[in-house]
């Protein structure tokens, strides 16, 4: 499995994606809101929680999976285009009208 790590960490949109793999199936299993989280002990529990739960454990892993798999690749690999990134790629904009 090769994978771009060295252009995905510099990827904001990356964090962002593995941030909520971790966090969405916490806040879903223990149906969790914003306001159930004002306290540092409250976070704490949930993290101590979330860890003692294997269940848990696979859905973060399960969503961690689906943020790193890149979908317009055939296997779980990025392709060689992106494997030869220095930096995460941005498409320049290209009028297809004229």
Do not use: C
């Not at 909520?20 to 149906?31: E, N, Q, R, V």
């Amino acid at each position: 499995m090769k994978i771009n790590w060295k252009v995905r960490i510099r990827n904001p949109q990356f964090w962002v994606t593995f941030g909520l793999s971790i966090i969405t199936p916490l806040f879903a299993y223990y149906g969790i809101t914003g306001a159930d989280l004002t306290t540092w002990e409250s976070v704490w529990a949930l993290i101590v929680n979330a860890l003692a739960n294997p269940y848990i454990l696979a859905l973060m892993a399960v969503s961690t999976y689906n943020a790193i798999l890149d979908p317009t690749t055939a296997n779980v690999s990025d392709s060689k285009r992106a494997l030869a990134y220095v930096k995460p790629k941005r498409d320049d904009f290209i009028d297809y009208k004229h």
